[in-house]
């Protein structure tokens, strides 16, 4: 007799035999429970919540993993539960966030904002609000009281969206095939935004019901699958959003738990794939406002790129994909306990150290782990300026279909060597490529070389961790002065609450999305040459 087990928030379901592991029924639901160590319980990443239904008793390396209130919570290390009745468990891992990664003071125009008063929502108990930035890869979710514009609470977690492709291209492909499928999409992102509302207003004694006013932004195709539009016209040439416009809809006609009478407000898209999460960044960092040549880089998994020339705006999209963020590699993760975040090379014969976050043993590697580990790699001659492992090398392990692994770090608590693959190495390449070749584009486009630039943000919560130094030695990044580029954290979240505290703020981000010139890459003379040269390595050491 077969059990049913439920996984959500994405709702799906599958049969499966009693005895066999909750991670096994995930990946036959296709639902992405990481599990870096192949299911041996050493990684501790594959967790799940169990909300209802009978499982095995809890393992001695689940006892080690789930720590304090977890395991009474109902968390489980899926790869070590047995299924024996029918389940339902929640795989969205809501993190706390810490407040600095929204790097509020050093955005300007928000500081004021916060000063305002009250604005949006009143009522006899304090009110709430909430901003909320949908990535491809990762949603982020800040709570505010709105009579101060205090910043509450900011938590985290991985769009589960993931299960129906990595990419946004994918997702929208899926969702283009049939008017449930899109749907599909839609109750997932709801459901996650949900769950992460409910956690944050919990950890304040709070509840969803106190939440007045929500301001949603991403891209383009984020924005689509929020609010079930269609997107089947965005996935090929010319790339056109079903609307540009803002909007400000019912909460309880989206399906999202607010108060009565709550509103979601949605700003405008720019247009193509570029949408209303790098209008916020222009909203934010205030880059109109501002002479000289200036540069703002979004990073993740759909890179966007704002260009100003004295005030004058220009942006792109780039498809770089989810493989700076670990999320395409074998030993990829997040930045979480265990995960590599900074590698160096610490002595004359190439020996690597390495620091995890937390100091934990070595689990996985996160994306400014697997940029410093690159620019290692070159600057040790283990890569050619193409990408090509070096043969012979003492730290490559031969795979016998010629994806060879580079030994990053060996015997980690995952029971094996840490290591990158040829392959992985040219997804990163593709990644880092796409990227340059949208800013040396925009530069083109104006006449200008890096050399003219004064100042380059580099914005994200991803992006505010990466080494500078690595991400010139990589190419990523144009080989400037480092007292040019500034790392702030997330410039998009930080607008969405700009749009959030203030109308003021929100009527002047409609007006700058009117300002701002949408360049897409593909039609722009020398864009595949800039591309096919950017996936090389740069020649000298940073």
Not at 494 to 507: H, I, V, Y
Request: hydrophobic share 40%; with cysteine.
């Amino acid at each position: 007799m077969s059990c049913t087990v439920q996984f959500e928030p994405s709702g799906t379901a599958v049969e499966i035999e009693p005895g066999r592991t909750l991670l096994e029924a995930a990946r036959e639901a296709e639902i992405p429970l990481p599990a870096a160590c192949g299911g041996r319980g050493y990684c501790g990443k594959c967790r799940a919540r169990v909300v209802g239904g009978p499982l095995s008793s809890v393992t001695p390396r689940e006892k080690e993993a789930l720590t304090g209130t977890l395991l009474a919570d109902g968390w489980r290390l899926a790869c070590q539960c047995k299924v024996t009745g029918s389940v339902t468990a929640e795989t969205l891992q809501v993190r706390d966030s810490a407040k600095g990664d929204l790097a509020l003071g050093e955005m300007p125009g928000l500081a004021a904002a916060e000063a305002a008063g009250p604005r949006l929502h009143t009522g006899a108990r304090e009110p709430l609000g909430c901003a909320v930035d949908l990535g491809t890869t990762n949603i982020a979710m800040y709570l505010y009281r709105m009579t101060d514009g205090a910043l509450l609470g900011a938590s985290g977690a991985g769009n589960p969206q993931s299960s129906w492709g990595a990419d946004i291209i994918t997702r929208l492909a899926f969702g283009a095939r049939s008017a449930e499928n899109g749907k599909k999409l839609q109750r997932v992102l709801v459901k996650s935004v949900n769950l992460m509302t409910a956690h944050g207003a919990a950890a304040l004694g709070r509840s969803p019901a106190d939440i007045g006013e929500m301001v949603v932004v991403g891209n383009s195709g984020m924005h689509h699958m929020f609010l079930d539009l269609p997107g089947a016209q965005l996935i090929r040439a010319p790339y056109l959003p079903a609307t540009l416009d803002a909007m400000t809809l019912a909460a309880r006609d989206l399906g999202i738990s607010m108060g009565p009478g709550g509103c979601v407000y949605m700003p405008p898209l720019v247009g193509g794939f570029v949408g209303s999460d790098l209008l916020a960044v222009a909203l934010s960092t205030g880059m109109d406002r501002q002479r000289g040549v200036r540069l703002a880089i979004d990073i993740g998994t759909n890179t966007e790129v704002l260009l100003s020339v004295d005030g004058a705006l220009h942006c792109c999209s780039t498809a770089s994909g989810p493989a700076l963020e670990g999320a395409a590699l074998r030993y990829g993760s997040l930045a979480e306990p265990g995960a590599i975040e900074r590698m160096w090379i610490d002595d004359p014969a190439g020996g690597l150290s390495f620091r995890t976050v937390g100091d934990r043993p070595a689990n996985g590697i996160c994306g400014s782990g697997i940029i410093d580990a690159l620019g290692c790699m070159r600057r040790l001659g283990e890569i050619s300026r193409t990408g090509l492992m070096r043969p012979g090398s003492s730290r490559v392990q031969a795979d016998p279909g010629g994806d060879n692994r580079f030994v990053l770090a060996r015997a980690t608590s995952l029971g094996a060597d840490l290591t990158v693959s040829q392959s992985e190495i040219r997804a990163l390449q593709l990644a880092k490529g796409a990227i340059r070749a949208g800013i040396d584009t925009l530069l083109a486009i104006h006449g200008l070389d890096a050399g003219r630039i004064d100042q380059v943000t580099v914005a994200g919560t991803f992006g505010a961790h990466i080494a500078i130094e690595s991400a010139m030695e990589i190419g990523l990044l144009p080989r400037i002065p480092l007292d040019r580029i500034r790392q702030v954290g997330n410039a998009a979240g930080a607008g969405a609450a700009l749009m959030l505290l203030s109308r003021e703020e929100r009527a002047r981000a409609e007006a700058l999305c009117r300002s701002i010139t949408h360049v897409e890459l593909s039609l722009q003379p020398g864009f595949r040459r800039r591309f096919a040269h950017a996936q090389w390595f740069p020649e000298e050491s940073a």
